[in-house]
């Protein structure tokens, strides 16, 4: 039987790619929201493929900074990187120093309009939650379990990859969740330098005063977020079941701070 919160969301899932791929077929819904004859659909760029770019624009700056992330959670948590965890913990909080808008201001002259400075504004913007849950992850292993793989003869490299980033997966999947789902909202800003995806619907709707734009926009990202999240929780829960890990162990970061360590 099909529990309910997921025929919801196979519902939600439904109606968001019907919309993408026939959205004229909703143009009555959103005609309340215009004035003076404004079209009720975004009609200056395919909504399919603006969708596509803003997914790809995320993704691409959520791997980059989940292989640097956990590449420094790893490098800190052995004995020749420990001295180095302030300095990390540092370079990981320069994105949630500066905020979106300053990095693309910064990068612009640089890097020229379009995706490259929104990019690096989701990248940097996205280093923290992975690296501390990693972090913790990594560090709170139970010793026995570390202790036994070690008297097995595993050597680091193997007891790394066997051991601790098995059992440390649950919490760093979280902190790829956050860093997914904080770009996928950040990355709206990215059409004021040029680059392609969501917020050019929500700009063009503040622009023109078309609230159905702005409507269109919003509900897409948003769909798509709790879409992506809630894929992210569904692995996380499978792999600490796998893994046999508490549910206290897999709770991520809250949004936007770092976890205990």
């Known amino acids: 039987m099909i529990r309910p919160g997921l025929l919801l969301r196979l519902v939600v899932f439904t109606a968001l790619i019907a919309f993408l791929a026939m959205p004229d077929r909703f143009a009555g819904l959103l005609a309340p929201l215009t ?3 404004a079209p009720a659909i975004y009609n200056q760029g395919s909504l399919v493929s603006l969708t596509l770019s803003h997914l790809f624009t995320v993704a ?4 980059a900074a989940t292989i640097v992330a956990v590449g420094l959670a790893i490098f800190v948590t ?46 940097l913007y996205g280093l923290l939650p992975i690296f501390e ?54 990355a709206t800003i990215g059409s004021t330098v040029a680059a392609k995806g969501l917020g050019e619907v929500i700009v063009a709707g503040l622009q023109s005063n078309n609230l159905a734009f702005v409507v269109q926009g919003g509900v897409i990202t948003g ?17 600490s079941k796998r893994r046999g890990a508490s549910p206290q162990a897999s709770r991520p970061a809250t949004d936007g701070q770092q976890a205990p360590v």
């Open 35 to 37: 004035d003076n004859g």
């Open 60 to 63: 691409l700056a959520t791997s």
């Open 78 to 123: 052995r004995p020749a990187g420990a001295e180095f965890l302030a300095l990390s913990r540092a370079a990981v909080n320069i994105g949630q120093t500066f905020p979106p808008v300053a990095v693309l201001a910064l990068s612009v002259p640089a890097m020229g309009f379009g995706e490259g400075p929104t990019r690096l504004a989701l990248f």
């Open 133 to 186: 849950n990693s972090l913790v992850g990594l560090s709170t292993l139970p010793p026995a379990v570390v202790e036994s793989a070690s008297a097995m003869g595993m050597t680091g490299r193997q007891r790394l990859l066997k051991v601790e980033l098995p059992l440390a997966m649950p919490l760093i999947i979280e902190g790829i969740r956050l860093s997914a789902v904080i770009g996928l909202a950040t």
């Open 223 to 239: 769909i798509l977020a709790v879409l992506i999240s809630d894929g992210f929780q569904i692995l996380a829960r499978r792999t």
